[in-house]
């Protein structure tokens, strides 16, 4: 015969084991969650290294136009051959569908355009080959977008009238296609964010 006490007895237990799956069972969702997180840590990380790779490339390409406000054509080759290194160290594979759609269609002039520049101290020159970098460049950095906001500036009068634009990460002007000549020649006509 089954008394209370037996009752009791099967109770305990069985309120035992419940709890203990219980235990179980959020200790495993604690377990996915962790790992979650960590994948999703990982995946950042690995965004962001490809971020970087591009940042460097920004980096080098704001130098350069730097260089051509100062109307400095030494130092600007040598910016622009800091530029054409990091666009040579760019992995294709770590960029993101979109990112990479758009750098399979801008590199070959990127690239031949820093060099370019690289090649010539003759500011007149480097300066009509940062009309087509800065084109390109533009396309590139309002997909892969880049660690702070960046302005996308004209001037009315560069390249013989027709009008150029160029990258700042400054909204205020600072010409370089003809520098202290014309130093706040232009206008900010976009900023991507």
Known sequence: MITIKDTLIAMIVLFSISNANATIKNHQSAKFEIDKQNSLSKLTIDINKTDSKLNVVFENYFLLKDELVKTDGVTAAAKAKALSTSLNQVKMNELSKDVHKVWMKVM???????????????????R????????KMYDLVKVAKFETPVYYQFCPMANDGKGANWLSKENAIKN???GSKMLKCGEVVGTIK
Do not use: H
Request: net charge positive.
């Open 176 to 178: 370089p296609y003809y």
């Open 108 to 126: 070959k002039v990127l690239m031949a355009d820093a060099k370019g520049i690289a090649v010539t101290e003759d500011v007149k020159k480097q």
């Open 128 to 135: 009509v080959l940062f009309v087509s970098l800065s084109k």
